[in-house]
T-cell receptor
Framework: RKEVEQDPGPFNVPEGATVAFNCTYSNSASQSFFWYRQDCRKEPKLLMSVYSSGNEDGRFTAQLNRASQYISLLIRDSKLSDSATYLCVVKGGLAYKYIFGTGTRLKVLA | DAGVIQSPRHEVTEMGQEVTLRCKPISGHDYLFWYRQTMMRGLELLIYFNNNVPIDDSGMPEDRFSAKMPNASFSTLKIQPSEPRDSAVYFC????????????????FGAGTRLSVL
């Protein structure tokens, strides 16, 4: 089983739609969680950190469920510019290692 | 701040040649990471340093790969000899985990080096 698993997609959604991605992780000792965004042929960039209580940044909402070991990302009112690959990232336990999921591709259609 | 700087941006070489990738982390960051990204395997951590010291190199694929960090502002990843299966995008990232607030633990990536081994 992979340490961090994501549905690779692609998710093709119309502009204005709401879309949600899930990510599961295997290490129950994981401490920090993030969503990164990666555009085609570019470097990953932080989209948002994920806090235990859940957090929102504009149209983006991230949630953490420690009991079930998954994190989620909700995008409301999708824009064409949201088209990208979304990477789930987990920082595990005592080691200072970041484990990246393979990413979920999102394509927002006009 | 200029961000994480990697060079070269693109490298095309022939099998058997030595390849050296370079990285300058963000000033003041004390962690530096090297990743490799391919379509098949996604983003894989190769090695990371803390205060210039290699902490975990378990992701380095084999002895052909080596990494150094001679000072806080420079790191290299070397492949010798290179093979076609090394073709990938290599990213360097840095972070400052001891900072407080929202910036804690965030990794900042360089633009990557796209390596093609023929």
């Amino acid at each position: 089983r992979k340490e961090v698993e994501q549905d690779p997609g692609p998710f093709n959604v119309p502009e204005g739609a709401t879309v949600a991605f899930n990510c599961t992780y295997s290490n129950s000792a994981s401490q920090s969680f993030f969503w990164y965004r990666q555009d085609c042929r570019k470097e990953p960039k932080l989209l948002m950190s994920v806090y235990s209580s859940g957090n929102e940044d504009g149209r983006f909402t991230a949630q953490l469920n420690r009991a079930s070991q998954y994190i989620s990302l909700l995008i409301r009112d999708s824009k064409l510019s949201d088209s990208a690959t979304y990477l789930c990232v987990v920082k595990g336990g005592l080691a200072y290692k970041y484990i990246f999921g393979t990413g979920t591709r999102l394509k927002v259609l006009a | 701040d200029a961000g994480v700087i990697q060079s070269p941006r693109h490298e095309v070489t022939e099998m058997g040649q030595e390849v050296t990738l370079r990285c300058k982390p963000i000033s003041g960051h004390d962690y530096l990471f090297w990743y490799r990204q391919t379509m098949m395997r996604g983003l894989e951590l190769l090695i990371y340093f803390n205060n210039n010291v290699p902490i975990d190199d378990s992701g380095m694929p084999e002895d052909r790969f080596s990494a150094k960090m001679p000072n806080a502002s420079f790191s290299t990843l070397k492949i010798q000899p290179s093979e076609p299966r090394d073709s990938a995008v290599y990213f360097c990232a840095s972070s400052l985990p001891t900072s407080g607030g929202l910036a804690k633990n965030i990794q900042y990536f360089g633009a990557g080096t796209r390596l093609s081994v023929l």
